[in-house]
């Protein structure tokens, strides 16, 4: 059993109310493959919402900012933690996260200059999903699971 981005399952819970649909992962979800999560609705934020990337403050903390300066941050924690109660209650141990998301984002995020610039790191989901021993891919490993 895997746990899935929503937005990949083809739910429209992103910022913009719009979806990322992949049609493996919606599949996965359809066969009982896999759960679709959005952390952000788990945190009870709106769809649509305002769009949020993360920025390194002056201690080196993450924090999840609006576009129009807002802080976030203790929303996006509270879906993180959230999603990870799911993993451990269904035994779920590996996941399917959207890249550059500030939630479920690995390897690559966005900067928090709102420009579209790339960097690495990881949203406040996956990173604690992979503290958590928890195998994270994103919607560029799916092909590997076309045949599961």
Do not use: H, W
Request: glycine share 10%; with cysteine; proline share 3%.
């Amino acid at each position: 059993m895997y746990l899935v981005s929503a937005c990949l399952a083809g739910i429209n819970c992103r910022y913009d109310g719009g979806n990322t649909e992949n049609e493996i992962i919606k599949n996965m979800v359809k066969e009982g493959k896999a759960i679709a999560v959005c952390p952000e609705q788990l945190a009870k934020l709106p769809i649509p919402r305002v769009c949020c990337e993360i920025i390194i403050d002056d201690d080196g903390n993450k924090k999840v900012m609006s576009v129009d300066g807002e802080d976030f941050t203790e929303a996006y924690r509270q879906g993180a933690v959230k999603t990870l109660e799911i993993c451990r209650a269904s035994g779920i141990n590996e996941a399917i996260l959207q890249s550059r998301s500030p939630s479920c984002g690995y390897g690559l995020i966005y900067d928090g200059t709102f420009s579209g610039k790339r960097i690495k790191g990881e949203g406040l989901t996956a990173e604690l999903l992979a503290k958590n021993n928890i195998k994270i891919y994103t919607e560029f490993d799916v092909d590997r699971f076309e045949k599961n």
